[in-house]
């Protein structure tokens, strides 16, 4: 069983950066199989994908606000994934979720992975 823990999460004012981070665990997991995402869920709106990480060749994708303004990065030593964003808005507040899955490519839909986190809150004020 794949056990996922997000952390980093918190308020911060328009412009500044933060960096989640998201912590795999299990008996004999390891990062190394898994493809990785990072998504996100407004209050009222649909869960989407901000970047993924494929399990493959660590090849890395990005989809609306992930584009430009955010970097995933994987360290398998440590089964840990990051996610560093930056120039937060007020449009970017919502609860950002880690997942996983042991596929080849790109990620693009929460369907594709199999195990989630609980999420972390990140909160940007004007």
Not at 28 to 54: C, H, I
Request: one cysteine or more; proline letters at 2%; glycine letters at 14%.
């Amino acid at each position: 069983q794949v056990l996922l823990v997000e952390s980093g999460g918190g308020l911060v004012q328009a412009g500044e950066s933060l960096r989640l981070s998201c912590a795999l665990s299990g008996r004999g997991e390891m990062l190394s199989v898994y493809t990785m995402g990072w998504f996100r869920q407004a209050p009222g709106k649909e869960r989407t994908l901000v970047a993924s990480s494929s399990r493959s060749n660590g090849a890395t994708h990005y989809a609306g606000f992930g584009r430009g303004r955010c970097t995933i990065s994987r360290d398998n030593a440590k089964n840990t994934v990051y996610l560093q964003m930056n120039n937060l808005q007020p449009d970017d507040t919502a609860v950002y979720y880690c997942a996983a899955g042991p596929f080849l490519g790109a990620g693009w839909a929460a369907s594709d992975y199999s195990f989630w986190g609980q999420g972390t809150q990140v909160t940007v004020s004007s």
